[in-house]
């Protein structure tokens, strides 16, 4: 590796202006920004290439360095979003301090928004160009800082997704706390009958898995838990949790309370003598339960919880307890804290509420229901026993309609303006099972596309075609309700025959949209990680890092993310759990030097910066007799908040500071007049 330069008396910069194929140079003329950049003061060589990213072109920068001594480098190219880090690398590669590098996005920001006005998306490229350069002429040596990182991680969300990368953080040495907010892990794969389109039982596929989590020795499992602070940076989070009362406590918990051969076997004696019953969430209100109760029968770990708010505190459970002094009325919650290095996110999704769309009828018809509920309806252990009946009177169906893109891709204001992927593949699979189960029944579906986009989905299609399942192009406009006989009037119109359709049916079956869960806004504010405008948790980069976020240290795994089926989401999942354990194995973990720096001389201690921080990073400290401000290097993200707010100009912007910021206004305002 080329030996690190320090700061030149001088300024010599090097431009380099990137074609990006025709992606710049299509609307930019290269040549042209180039032989303007020769004009700017400090600029001793100007070069092109066609795709400056490619070793050839990584190679011209690296050369040049050399060759002219620089001590600047702008790339005129993409965003830094994408190429930043390929071009410091670059820079390095050349002797120079990578953090000398500067660039200018004349691709997002100019080519590609001007496509069609060459000559004034060239006149802006030089702008950029110009601004990059009197910056680039006031930067600096810059060096990355390294803190340790924990050799733990935490997962958070203990569905299909958090526990396979819990799994694979465990099996790769890790210690894992996988935290559940629900008294059982499976999320909500636990509650679907199958998967598509191999027709797997979908608690075939996940109970296994369920209970490789609980038997891990390297995974700390904490249902009925959820975050409730979280302190610290990548490699040193602190996470206070919240572990709800549940009412009952393990056999491990009575042992360490000496109470022998003691806490809840799973026998359900308490149930049995329970007064109260409620609706099962479990199955979606379709069921009872009591107040003491399990999600379901292979609910992990197998032990029983009070809903507190529901119990009337008889203490029958007590007594049918017994000996085994399980059950304790009087818990409270409990906090705890634990330290990790790495944070993985798996908050799952939850049902679009399908009622707001009032012309479908749902929660006001008896007889049309979600996607789900029809999940619970069909699986052998939901509440009917897999006997698919109509709500309004336990009828088995001859003619179930399914309407599918229920509240997805719609524009209105009201439903979800994306589409929800995996809502044509279930109801394929629904209009399978009926066929499959209710000879002489006929799905219909009512559908805008097919969206069979995985592997063997799309042979799926053709086979529930060939069962003789009834494809409808066209949305469904609204249903209507015989109130006699509770039959339903299905009314949309038929795109491919170009007339309008009314077909009575016995059920309709709502493939309703998904959104994020209502913990997510919550949770993705205690961790820093942004979010889509559609509330979707939003990775670091869509293509490049994925998995990533712009919080270093926490990962996204599964639906959180947005909408995924099964294999998408295990695939993210593992992702997750190996980029979660890189830190984890190096040992350390370099920081960008990007953050605020305060001058203690000028600082007044007057604390109004504190508070500004969105990352937490800042705090009044007494030294040598005053009361200054210091940042916590490794929390500071470089957001520039607080150097913009300091009455008294006392914080420092590394790479952001004020007389590189002056001169880029100048070089812009100035027109490159000094």
Request: charged share 25%; aromatic share 8%; net charge negative.
């Amino acid at each position: 590796m080329a030996e690190i330069k320090k700061n030149e008396e001088q300024p010599k910069i090097g431009v380099f202006v990137c074609h990006c194929g025709t992606n710049i140079a299509g609307s930019v003329n290269i040549q042209d920004v180039m032989e303007y950049a020769k004009t700017l003061p400090n600029v001793v060589v100007s070069d092109e290439y066609q795709y400056m990213c490619s070793t050839p072109g990584q190679g011209k920068i690296a050369d040049a360095i050399k060759e002219h001594n620089l001590t600047g480098i702008v790339v005129a190219a993409c965003s830094p979003r994408l190429h930043e880090p390929t071009f410091r690398n670059a820079t390095k590669a050349g002797g120079l301090n990578p953090f000398r590098f500067e660039m200018a996005n004349i691709r997002e920001q100019n080519s590609w928004v001007h496509m069609h006005q060459p000559e004034e998306a060239t006149e802006k490229a030089k702008d950029a160009v110009r601004i990059a350069v009197a910056k680039a002429s006031k930067l600096e040596d810059l060096f990355p800082k390294s803190v340790p990182v924990e050799k733990t991680a935490m997962v958070v969300g203990g569905g299909v997704g958090g526990m396979q990368a819990a799994l694979d953080l465990a099996d790769a040495g890790i210690k894992t706390y996988l935290v559940e907010k629900t008294p059982t892990i499976g999320g909500r794969m636990s509650q679907l009958d199958k998967t598509f389109p191999t027709l797997d039982c979908s608690q075939c596929i996940l109970t296994p898995k369920m209970v490789d989590v609980f038997r891990n020795e390297n995974i700390e499992l904490l249902t009925y838990t959820e975050v409730e602070e979280v302190q610290g940076y990548i490699g040193n989070f602190d996470v206070t949790l919240r572990k709800k009362a549940r009412g009952v406590i393990t056999p491990a918990e009575a042992e360490a309370k000496g109470i022998v051969g003691g806490g809840c076997t799973g026998c359900g004696d308490c149930v049995a003598v329970c007064p109260v019953i409620k609706p099962n969430d479990f199955e979606l209100g379709m069921a009872p339960r009591k107040a003491i109760y399990v999600y379901h029968p292979q609910v992990v770990p197998l032990i029983y919880t009070v809903d507190f708010d529901s119990c009337v505190k008889c203490g029958l459970c007590v007594e049918a307890c017994g000996t085994k002094k399980a059950i304790d009325l009087e818990m409270e919650d409990e906090l705890i804290t634990v330290k990790v290095g790495t944070v993985v996110l798996a908050l799952g999704y939850e049902i679009f509420p399908i009622e707001k769309k009032f012309e479908w009828g749902y929660k006001n018809f008896d007889n049309v229901i979600t996607s789900l509920e029809f999940e619970r309806l069909i699986c052998a252990s939901g509440p009917t026993g897999g006997k698919l009946i109509r709500p309004s009177d336990g009828e088995k169906p001859k003619k179930i309609a399914f309407v599918l893109c229920a509240g997805s891709r719609d524009n209105t204001g009201v439903g979800k303006p994306y589409c929800s992927r995996f809502c044509c593949m279930y109801s394929l699979k629904h209009a399978h099972q009926i066929i499959e189960k209710m000879p002489g029944a006929i799905p219909y579906i009512f559908y805008m596309d097919i969206r069979s986009f995985g592997k063997m989905y799309e042979e799926f299609y053709y086979r529930i075609q060939d069962e003789g399942a009834k494809f409808i192009r066209g949305r469904v406009a609204n249903i209507t309700e015989d109130p006699e006989s509770k039959n339903l009037y299905v009314h949309a119109e038929d795109t491919l025959l170009g007339r309008p359709v009314d077909l009575e049916v016995d059920m309709v079956v709502l493939a309703a949209a998904i959104q994020p869960t209502a913990e997510t806004e919550k949770t993705r504010r205690l961790f820093g990680v942004s979010c889509s405008q559609d509330g979707w948790l939003l990775e670091a980069h869509p293509k490049l890092n994925p998995c990533g976020t712009t919080t270093a240290g926490v990962y996204l795994a599964g639906a959180c993310q947005g909408p995924k089926d099964i294999p998408d989401t295990v695939a993210q999942a593992e992702g997750a759990a190996s980029a979660a354990s890189i830190p984890i194995h190096k040992g350390e973990v370099e920081l960008e030097p990007y953050f605020a720096q305060c001058i203690e001389d000028k600082c007044a201690g007057c604390g109004l910066c504190v508070p500004q921080c969105p990352y937490s990073a800042l705090a009044l400290v007494e030294k040598d007799g005053r009361t200054v401000m210091q940042v916590t290097e490794a929390k500071c993200k470089g957001c520039g908040t607080c150097g913009g707010f300091c009455p008294g100009g006392a914080i420092w912007m590394q790479h952001f500071a004020t007389p590189q910021i002056v001169a880029q206004i100048d070089a812009f305002l100035l027109g490159g007049e000094q």
